[in-house]
């Protein structure tokens, strides 16, 4: 990867469709709207204003990441492709019935989301294996042939199969796969034991649907892609950003589109990342935050934490358990539904509430003048000072202070008894509040504790309520870097080249087998290393070995990393050790004469890391020139403070500025409080650190 | 600091309490061992202030902790005494009076102390694997065989835990590491939130809780009778019959609007059953509590002011107030089928908001499988213990189907099947809808859920049933029909009973089907498409579209023709 010169990273988002280029060096990026019909348009498009700008030529560009929203979009849309299940007998309804339970018990009228098939579309055959991988009941051919026969009949464009087991033996499915594959040679088809072979059958199941069901649209996409770019003249390979923080080839990703939900924040961890390893640092919580989420990441040595399942498509106030589970190596975030956008009101019990539900870009809030009669958390950062109303988005859109006051009166205030200050003080602090909550909550989930960690803050709304978060999490350093805007891009083009493979399957510590565990990490190995080696074919590649285990009896299992001695040389003490060195980290203390299993094994093959040079911190200097004063409201001490107005592009490198302070720009504004102080970094981060 | 911001402090306190009993829990569902919490979510764990009033509580898998976690603190500083709350100090009890509701349950009760002051009190409750006594199951005749007693007592006294309790609580239960590990579970949880609530005091300089709590019980009261208030001021009953154990059980209920409270008057319900199916009354509170306050205030969280305007009057030894020693292990059974009583006489004094009557309580059974002893066993073949939660179907709402095959009134999630058969010799041969359970209506009920259950080549098992609803289907409302009843047969057509434990021998499986829910208004009033749509998707079938819902012959034909083509409907 290194060796590239020309490369070009392209996060096709929600809105907008980011396009980064690098060369030599030197950056260069652009925002274009993205053209949900053809996306493909939005990044040629961009790819030539960036071009223009670097002047250079399509057949230069030496390689392309991309990373898309368009496969979570179609789930979370349903415009998916016409899809079948294939599944066992007795099971037919798994991926209807859930958990059985109600994400929300205080809701009467509470509806479940409905699966992505209708029960017409799940199909079943008699073979049966059972919780040891040995079959109970033989697949019958002639079955197979009969259902696929009624799934032709229906003009299906994609099947999927899941079965009970699979991921113990997954002979049936692969049976099912030949029988398709004679009988409809045009019709795609997922296995659940390749695409996901974790035991939970709802999760598994729901996986391999969700793949079948977006597999024809992204395969076609993609090929529109390369063909698209092909025209204009480039020439290099295309690879695509998976949810894992990795990179992996335009044909694994048609073939495992599921893999690419969650793109985008992806490649915003990683650009966290990367700051964070440019500064040395260990522990950094990352916050992004835009119109109507934030989302908020641990990033521990350099790396961000990961997950083996998520939940895609919330479609309840972004309640757990309203969206559908996707079992899939995935960043671990969290996500609420808290951005500028997020609309505030009181409850019956005249508590604030803010969020989930968003002013979007029409009316958009209060402020925007467009008839937005809601308070949004804009309006509030206007009210207290945090936003100048005729510098906003580069001046480029006036705010309106007096629509601000008026909605957050009329829909806060007067039923609190509180002035538009007051109101606006409310709203950002409880939105602050929620934010910081859900970090506190992420942080213990994962037994650290946060004030040993930094802040890196990116995405439009982020630097206005960073500095406020480390204030409630005692965090004592924030740092913002440049590009924040397209973090994702850049992040796209920091990703290693990666593949994580995992499966199920139980072993008591008590039953350990080493050579049958050898003889799995080697499989496993082989199978990750083998996609890795499609992207790139000298680099060496890195394998990383994890383990999830937990006592017998519990539900929760934690993650266990080994050495890959420690995985090819299995030895028992050394994986009870290292469980419970991790056990009591996470909960305090072990438990006393309770056996010890696995249930998942993993590996992650990935080229090694890109280089990062240490940039040489500094101290700070003179002060930074001040272009303005205004006031702003200070949240900690409660009140109005006179605070200066600094342009970012006039901060030298080691330029200061003491809070309260605005550090301005044209796409946001870094607020520091009182509390902090802001220095100018070498590589163009603001460091905000507390005072004294 | 003025009025106002001090105003916008509390907002922001109210959000970290409520967050902080989040954590609790959640440490809880991570650490614990016993399946109830980990899988099914049936824990609790809430913040009180010193005089044992509850701040806020963490919205987990089952209502059935609500009023009970309320209440509990009030036992604790009693039965300890003032002058002996100390810094250090950790309560237990699994008293099903002044606890949760059977001795399945362990609550613990850690005071919180801030710079040598007591501020508060966290308490957490879980479920338990075993408490040792008969087993899970109703088949005690009173408290004393069901387990091991644990009056409200010190845990831990000034940071020391009594060893002496650890050891007799050791030799009294079948799982000792598993449960002590629960235990821990339990005191560390209270721990965490301890922690995070010394933090916010420090932040926000507090030195006590008295601020902020009146701040949170003075809005909670207001909204919730605010609330009660806007009701028409009736009262009306309800009745509801449901199986039993041996003999029918009649839950009556009179439900009072007076100005500033409802209170829920059980008087008329039939008396004590002689097997542990027998309800205390703080678990019948809380049922009836939860379906009043999701009726007409969902989104006012539970505290000691927004659950005291409901009240709830049972006669002594009635089954919804069963006193000392009587048998209460499955107290869920009739625990469960509380809202569906309430909403038969709410219905009548509010038409149009609450549900038909559904599946009521979970339809949980237990497996004990072991080698057969028919002939002779494989080697391999092992004894071993599955519990398994699952839900018929809910009644229909006014505006909307029932849910199919999901848990209502409890919270409480299913296991995969694939975790089920990793955890003994069982197999689960079938777990899917079942058509035509939900009851005909304008809205149809939810469908239930058929189950097949056998085990490994090797064994035979004894089942021990917890279903009821075979003889008492949900019943619909405003003409809309019942749901279906539960039947369980064996494989070989030999019967079963809903209730108790029964032998299932070498090579047999049992099969069983779960209620639907009932339905609510005239089916003729369905909307066709709904009734083409329920047909193309199997929940109903051709028959029943034809005799319930009218359709005729050739758009029953139309969508099956439809459906084999692929076409959406």
């Known amino acids: 990867m290194a060796t590239s010169s020309v490369r070009l990273g392209v996060d096709i988002g929600g809105t907008f469709t980011d396009v980064v280029l690098e060369h030599s060096g030197q950056t260069f990026s652009t925002k274009v709207l993205t053209t949900y019909t053809a996306p493909e348009?939005?990044?040629?498009?961009?790819?030539?204003?960036?071009?223009?700008?670097?002047?250079?030529?399509?057949?230069?560009?030496?390689?392309?990441?991309?990373?898309?929203?368009?496969?979570?979009?179609?789930?979370?849309?349903?415009?998916?492709?016409?899809?079948?299940?294939?599944?066992?007998?007795?099971?037919?309804?798994?991926?209807?019935?859930?958990?059985?339970?109600?994400?929300?018990?205080?809701?009467?009228?509470?509806?479940?989301?409905?699966?992505?098939?209708?029960?017409?579309?799940?199909?079943?055959?008699?073979?049966?294996?059972?919780?040891?991988?040995?079959?109970?009941?033989?697949?019958?051919?002639?079955?197979?042939?009969?259902?696929?026969?009624?799934?032709?009949?229906?003009?299906?464009?994609?099947?999927?199969?899941?079965?009970?087991?699979?991921?113990?033996?997954?002979?049936?499915?692969?049976?099912?796969?030949?029988?398709?594959?004679?009988k409809l040679p045009n019709v795609a088809v997922s296995i659940s034991s390749e695409v996901s072979p974790q035991m939970r059958e709802y999760e598994?199941?729901?996986?391999?649907?969700?793949?079948?069901?977006?597999?024809?649209?992204?395969?076609?996409?993609?090929?529109?892609?390369?063909?698209?770019?092909?025209?204009?003249?480039?020439?290099?390979?295309?690879?695509?950003?998976?949810?894992?923080?990795?990179?992996?080839?335009i044909q694994n990703a048609a073939d495992f589109p599921v893999r690419l939900v969650e793109s985008g924040p992806a490649g915003g961890a990683v650009f966290a990342a990367h700051v964070a390893a440019r500064y040395g640092l260990d522990k950094v919580l990352s916050f992004d935050m835009g119109g109507t989420t934030a989302k908020i990441c641990l990033i521990k040595n350099q790396t961000p934490k990961t997950s083996r399942v998520f939940e895609v498509a919330r479609t309840y106030r972004f309640k757990k358990g309203s969206g559908m589970p996707i079992s899939i190596p995935v960043i671990d975030m969290v996500e609420i539904g808290a951005g500028g956008g997020s609309?505030?009101?009181?409850?019956?019990?005249?508590?604030?509430?803010?969020?989930?539900?968003?002013?979007?870009?029409?009316?958009?809030?209060?402020?925007?003048?467009?008839?937005?009669?809601?308070?949004?958390?804009?309006?509030?950062?206007?009210?207290?000072?945090?936003?100048?109303?005729?510098?906003?988005?580069?001046?480029?859109?006036?705010?309106?202070?007096?629509?601000?006051?008026?909605?957050?009166?009329?829909?806060?205030?007067?039923?609190?008894?509180?002035?538009?200050?007051?109101?606006?003080?409310?709203?950002?602090?409880?939105?602050?509040?929620?934010?910081?909550?859900?970090?506190?909550?992420?942080?213990?989930?994962?037994?650290?504790?946060?004030?040993?960690?930094?802040?890196?803050?990116?995405?439009?709304?982020?630097?206005?309520?960073?500095?406020?978060?480390c204030e409630k999490l005692g965090v004592d350093r924030l740092l913002v870097p440049e590009g924040a805007g397209v973090g994702s891009a850049i992040g796209f083009l920091r990703a290693p080249f990666s593949f994580e493979a995992n499966r199920s399957v139980y072993m008591k510590l008590s039953d350990f087998d080493g050579d049958r565990i050898r003889s799995l990490l080697t499989d496993l190995k082989a199978e990750a290393t083998g996609f890795v080696r499609t992207c790139d074919e000298v680099s060496p590649i890195l394998s990383e070995f994890k383990v999830y285990m937990r006592y017998t009896g519990q539900g929760w299992e934690i993650p266990i990393e080994l050495t890959e001695d420690q995985a090819m040389n299995p030895d028992v003490g050394t994986f009870e050790a290292r469980f419970i060195e991790d056990y009591s980290k996470l909960f305090g203390r072990p438990v006393q004469g309770m056996d010890i299993e696995i249930t998942v094994w993993s590996v992650n093959a990935t080229t090694p890391p890109e280089k990062v040079a240490r940039i040489s911190e500094t101290n700070g200097g003179d002060a930074a020139p001040i272009s303005d004063t205004r006031p702003i409201f200070d949240a900690a001490s409660a009140k109005y403070l006179d605070a200066n107005v600094v342009n970012r592009l006039d901060m030298a490198v080691g330029a200061r500025a003491a809070g309260p302070v605005a550090i301005v720009e044209d796409e946001t504004t870094i607020i520091v409080p009182a509390s902090r102080n802001a220095i100018r970094q070498p590589d163009g981060c603001i460091d905000v650190v507390t005072k004294g | 600091m003025t009025n106002e911001h001090s105003n916008v402090?509390?907002?922001?306190?109210?959000?970290?309490?409520?967050?902080?009993?989040?954590?609790?829990?959640?440490?809880?569902?991570?650490?614990?061992f016993s399946t109830s919490v980990r899988e099914a979510g049936d824990l609790s764990a809430g913040v009180y202030d010193v005089g044992g009033q509850m701040l806020a509580q963490a919205v987990t898998g089952t209502p059935g902790h609500v009023n009970a976690m309320a209440d509990a603190v009030a036992h604790f500083i009693r039965r300890i005494g003032?002058?002996?709350?100390?810094?250090?100090?950790?309560?237990?009890?699994?008293?099903?009076?002044?606890?949760?509701?059977?001795?399945?349950?362990?609550?613990?009760?850690?005071?919180?102390?801030?710079?040598?002051?007591?501020?508060?009190?966290?308490?957490?409750t879980a479920h338990i694997v075993d408490i040792g006594g008969r087993g899970f199951g109703a088949d005690a005749h009173s408290v004393h065989e069901e387990g091991l007693y644990i009056p409200i007592m010190k845990f831990a006294d000034k940071g020391t835990v009594d060893e002496t309790l650890t050891r007799i609580i050791r030799g009294n239960v079948r799982e000792p590491d598993q449960l002590i590990g629960d235990v821990y579970a339990l005191a560390t949880c209270n721990e965490i939130g301890h922690r995070r609530l010394i933090e916010m005091m420090n932040e926000f300089d507090l030195v006590d809780l008295a601020g902020i709590a009146e701040f949170i019980l003075d809005n909670s009261r207001r909204a919730t009778i605010e609330r009660i208030a806007a009701l028409p001021q009736q009262s009306a009953t309800g009745e509801m019959t449901v199986d039993g154990f041996d003999s029918p059980i009649t839950l009556k209920v009179k439900v009072s609007v007076e100005g500033d409270k409802i209170v829920s008057d059980f008087t008329g319900t039939t008396g004590l059953d002689k097997k542990g199916i027998n309800c205390p009354l703080v678990y019948t509170k809380a049922y009836a509590c939860y379906a009043l306050k999701v009726a007409i205030a969902p989104e006012i969280p539970n505290n000691a002011a927004s659950l005291a305007p409901f009240e709830i009057v049972a006669p002594e030894n009635s089954i919804v107030n069963a006193l000392h020693p009587a048998p209460v292990a499955l107290r869920h059974i009739v625990g469960h089928f509380v809202p569906d009583a309430v909403f038969d006489a709410f219905d009548k004094i509010v038409p149009g908001l609450v549900p038909a009557e559904g599946a009521g309580c979970l339809c949980n059974f237990q497996v004990s499988l072991r080698p057969r002893t028919d002939a002779p066993a494989p080697i391999n073949a092992r004894r071993s213990e599955v519990l398994t939660f699952n839900s018929g179907g809910s009644g229909a709402r006014p505006d909307h189907d029932g849910l199919n095959a999901t848990a209502f009134p409890s919270g409480v999630m299913t296991m995969p099947i694939e975790a089920t058969e990793h955890a003994g010799p069982v197999i689960i041969w079938r777990k899917e809808l079942r058509p035509d359970s939900g009851g005909a209506g304008k809205t149809r009920g939810g469908l239930g859920q058929y189950m097949e259950v056998g085990a490994q080549e090797g064994h035979e098992f004894d089942?021990?049933?917890?279903?009821?609803?075979?003889?008492?289907?949900?019943?619909?409302?405003?003409?809309?029909?019942?749901?279906?009843?539960?039947t369980i047969v064996q494989d070989d057509g030999g019967t079963m009973n809903g209730k108790g434990k029964q032998f299932v021998a070498h090579g047999r499986k049992v099969v069983m089907a779960f209620p639907g829910g009932a339905g609510y208004g005239d089916p003729s009033e369905r909307s066709v498409d709904l009734i083409k749509r329920d047909l193309a998707r199997g929940y109903i079938s051709a028959k029943t579209a034809a005799q319930d819902y009218n359709l005729s012959v050739a758009e029953i034909d139309e969508v099956q023709a439809a459906v084999a083509k692929g076409e959406m409907i």
Not at chain 1, 42 to 65: E, F, Y
Not at chain 2, 93 to 110: A, F, K, Q, S
Not at chain 2, 464 to 469: E, I, V
């Open chain 1, 343 to 469: 609309l505030a009101h009181v409850d019956a019990m005249r508590q604030i509430r803010v969020g989930p539900e968003s002013a979007g870009s029409e009316p958009g809030p209060a402020c925007y003048g467009r008839g937005g009669e809601n308070p949004a958390v804009t309006d509030a950062d206007l009210v207290l000072g945090k936003l100048d109303p005729d510098n906003f988005a580069g001046g480029s859109i006036k705010l309106h202070s007096e629509a601000s006051k008026l909605a957050l009166s009329n829909q806060v205030g007067d039923t609190l008894e509180m002035d538009a200050v007051g109101a606006a003080f409310g709203v950002a602090e409880v939105v602050d509040e929620n934010m910081a909550n859900a970090a506190r909550v992420h942080a213990v989930e994962n037994g650290e504790d946060l004030s040993e960690y930094t802040m890196i803050a990116f995405g439009g709304a982020a630097p206005l309520h960073a500095a406020r978060l």
């Open chain 1, 41 to 182: 348009d939005a990044i040629i498009d961009g790819m030539h204003q960036v071009l223009a700008k670097a002047d250079i030529k399509p057949s230069q560009i030496d390689q392309i990441i991309h990373g898309t929203t368009l496969a979570t979009n179609a789930l979370i849309e349903r415009r998916g492709a016409k899809t079948a299940l294939i599944t066992t007998e007795g099971f037919r309804d798994v991926i209807e019935m859930r958990t059985e339970s109600r994400f929300e018990q205080y809701d009467l009228n509470l509806n479940l989301p409905e699966p992505l098939l209708p029960r017409q579309m799940r199909f079943t055959v008699k073979g049966r294996v059972d919780a040891n991988g040995h079959v109970l009941i033989d697949m019958d051919r002639t079955e197979i042939e009969a259902v696929v026969d009624q799934i032709a009949a229906m003009g299906v464009e994609s099947i999927a199969v899941g079965l009970i087991h699979s991921y113990l033996n997954p002979t049936h499915e692969k049976l099912v796969r030949e029988v398709i594959a004679e």
């Open chain 1, 204 to 249: 598994r199941f729901n996986t391999v649907v969700a793949n079948a069901y977006i597999k024809p649209l992204m395969a076609s996409y993609l090929g529109r892609l390369e063909d698209r770019l092909k025209n204009e003249g480039v020439s290099c390979r295309i690879f695509l950003m998976h949810s894992g923080g990795g990179i992996i080839s």
């Open chain 2, 9 to 32: 402090a509390y907002q922001v306190m109210w959000n970290r309490l409520i967050s902080v009993v989040e954590e609790q829990a959640q440490a809880l569902v991570r650490t614990a």
């Open chain 2, 82 to 124: 003032r002058p002996n709350i100390c810094e250090g100090d950790i309560y237990i009890t699994n008293d099903p009076w002044e606890g949760t509701g059977h001795l399945h349950d362990i609550t613990m009760v850690t005071p919180s102390f801030h710079n040598g002051t007591h501020v508060g009190f966290f308490a957490c």
């Open chain 2, 463 to 486: 089942i021990q049933a917890m279903f009821d609803r075979v003889d008492h289907p949900a019943r619909g409302r405003r003409g809309g029909g019942a749901g279906a009843p539960t």
